[in-house]
């Protein structure tokens, strides 16, 4: 064979072998391409699978509405009495500089503390005005400062030393405007204190001898701690119907308390009603 023809072969051979080698490199990369290809569509799979069903908003709006609707209500009536609660302390401090007598005084002082919400300087007031003048109304009143700090064992005490003095007494709550017996006032600290058997008692007492909204209110805390809902629900809506307008949405927020507990049949731990605002003082 000549150099020429050997030459030619060779040629033929090389380029024979090179197109074989393209064929095997384009036939290595289509299935490269088809894996990525499927590769980019499985998270999209994925993605489509994993979609959440978020309850609708309109049907949470429906399970809160009353609730709300109260919430409003107890709101603006709190607002609606800051002016009023304002004036009967500034009334209350002026008596208190008009005052001679030493114990009038500190009982004056610590009635304008109250009435501005600082219940550790009412304390503080009132304790030395009964220190020098042992007075029921003073001992009353102490013991709604001890109230109106969760001090339930304070306020049980004082509230005790006043019933002993005057077994009949009331104060008067100013700013909402509306009277109080110490009896009624003792049922709801009872309450508070988990003592229902003792709370219904006293509460029927004082029901008896003069109805109050804390009475009824005290009654319906008992109730609830044993169960009886239909009676606790009978006392709450007493206690609204005699209730002055400032009271009525705090009432009105109980009642839907107690409607939920009975709907769900739970017991009303007096601890649970407390942190739910019920029996709470509204202002």
Same mark, same amino acid.
């Given at each position: 064979?000549?150099?020429?023809?050997?030459?030619?072969?060779?040629?033929?051979?090389?380029?024979?072998?090179?197109?074989?080698?393209?064929?095997?490199?384009?036939?290595?990369?289509?299935?490269?391409?088809?894996?990525?290809?499927?590769?980019?569509?499985?998270?999209?799979?994925?993605?489509?699978?994993?979609?959440?069903?978020?309850?609708?908003?309109?049907?949470?709006?429906?399970?809160?509405?009353?609730?709300?609707?109260?919430?409003?209500?107890?709101v603006?009536?709190?607002?609606? #009495?800051?002016?009023?609660?304002?004036?009967?302390?500034?009334n209350?401090?002026?008596?208190?500089?008009?005052?001679s007598?030493?114990?009038?005084? &500190?009982?004056?002082?610590?009635?304008?503390?109250?009435?501005?919400?600082?219940f550790?300087?009412?304390?503080?007031?009132?304790?030395?005005?009964?220190?020098?003048?042992?007075?029921?109304?003073?001992?009353?009143?102490?013991?709604?400062?001890?109230?109106?700090?969760?001090?339930?064992?304070?306020?049980?005490?004082?509230?005790?030393?006043?019933?002993a003095?005057?077994?009949?007494?009331?104060?008067?709550?100013?700013?909402?405007?509306?009277?109080?017996?110490?009896?009624?006032?003792?049922? #709801?600290?009872?309450?508070?204190?988990?003592?229902?058997?003792?709370?219904?008692?006293?509460?029927?007492? &004082?029901?008896?001898?003069?109805?109050?909204?804390?009475?009824?209110?005290?009654?319906?805390?008992?109730? #609830?701690?044993?169960g009886?809902?239909?009676?606790?629900?009978?006392?709450?809506?007493?206690?609204?119907?005699?209730?002055?307008?400032?009271?009525?949405?705090?009432?009105?927020?109980?009642?839907?308390?107690?409607?939920?507990?009975?709907?769900?049949?739970? #017991?009303?731990?007096?601890?649970?009603?407390?942190?739910?605002?019920?029996?709470?003082?509204?202002?």
């Open positions: 064979m000549s150099v020429k023809k050997k030459a030619v072969t060779k040629k033929k051979a090389v380029a024979k072998k090179k197109a074989i080698t393209k064929k095997k490199t384009v036939a290595k990369k289509k299935p490269i391409r088809k894996k990525k290809a499927i590769a980019k569509k499985k998270p999209v799979t994925k993605k489509r699978r994993v979609v959440k069903k978020s309850t609708p908003r309109n049907t949470v709006r429906l399970n809160i509405g009353s609730r709300a609707a109260n919430l409003e209500g107890r603006h009536n709190a607002i609606d #009495l800051l002016p009023r609660a304002a004036e009967v302390s500034e209350f401090l002026e008596l208190a500089s008009e005052a007598d030493p114990s009038q005084q &500190a009982y004056f002082m610590g009635m304008a503390a109250y009435e501005s919400k600082d550790d300087s009412a304390r503080e007031f009132l304790t030395q005005s009964y220190e020098m003048k042992a007075e029921a109304e003073t001992a009353a009143r102490l013991a709604m400062c001890s109230y109106r700090l969760t001090d339930y064992q304070s306020a049980e005490h004082w509230i005790d030393i006043a019933l003095n005057n077994p009949n007494g009331s104060f008067r709550a100013y700013v909402l405007d509306f009277e109080v017996a110490y009896l009624s006032m003792r049922a #709801l600290i009872q309450a508070h204190l988990g003592q229902a058997n003792h709370a219904l008692k006293e509460a029927e007492k &004082a029901i008896a001898m003069k109805p109050d909204v804390a009475a009824y209110r005290a009654a319906s805390m008992a109730r #609830l701690a044993t009886d809902f239909r009676g606790a629900l009978a006392d709450l809506e007493e206690a609204f119907n005699i209730a002055p307008l400032s009271l009525k949405n705090e009432i009105a927020s109980e009642i839907d308390l107690a409607n939920r507990l009975r709907e769900a049949e739970v #017991l009303g731990h007096p601890m649970t009603l407390a942190s739910r605002g019920m029996g709470a003082w509204p202002v």
